[in-house]
Nanobody, 126 residues
Framework: QVQLVESGGGLVQAGGSLGLSCVGS????????MGWFRQAPGKEREFVAA????????YYLDSVKGRFTISRDNAKNTVYLQMNSLKPEDTAVYSC???????????????????WGQGTQVTVSS
C-alpha cells in the first residue's frame, strides 16, 4: 500500500516558477514509477511527466519539455516537479501517481494507476 501526498501548489505569475513535491508512504516506494498529471477545469486529465522506478529515465508531455523537470529521491520517498516559465495554460490541479515496475511511456498512456495523491492547485496568472 502506498499513500501519496502532494504539496507546493499556489498562485504564480506567468513566467514564474513553482516546485511541487509528492511524498509517498511505504517501504516499496523505490519500486514504483512515479508520474505527475494535471486536470484543468472542464478538461480531461492529462499526463505531464514520469520518472522510472529503476533507471531514473524521464518522459514528458511535449508542451512542458524544457520547462518542467521531474526528479525523485527514493531515500526521502519523494518525487518532485520543478516548473519554470509557467504559462496560464499550465493552470490545473496537479496530482502524482504511482505504478509498480512500469515503463515511463506506459505510464503516460495508462487510463488507471495503482495509487493517486489528492492533488494540489497550480494557478498561473497572465
Amino acid at each position: 500500500q502506498v499513500q501519496l501526498v502532494e504539496s507546493g501548489g499556489g498562485l504564480v505569475q506567468a513566467g514564474g516558477s513553482l516546485g511541487l513535491s509528492c511524498v509517498g508512504s511505504g517501504r516499496s516506494f523505490s519500486s514504483y514509477t512515479m508520474g505527475w498529471f494535471r486536470q484543468a477545469p472542464g478538461k480531461e486529465r492529462e499526463f505531464v511527466a514520469a520518472i522510472h522506478w529503476s533507471s531514473g529515465s524521464t518522459y514528458y508531455l511535449d508542451s512542458v519539455k524544457g520547462r518542467f523537470t521531474i526528479s525523485r529521491d527514493n531515500a526521502k520517498n519523494t518525487v518532485y516537479l520543478q516548473m519554470n516559465s509557467l504559462k496560464p495554460e499550465d493552470t490545473a490541479v496537479y496530482s502524482c501517481a504511482a505504478d509498480r515496475l512500469t515503463a515511463v511511456r506506459t505510464m503516460g498512456v495508462l487510463s488507471s494507476h495503482d495509487y493517486w495523491g489528492q492533488g494540489t492547485q497550480v494557478t498561473v496568472s497572465s
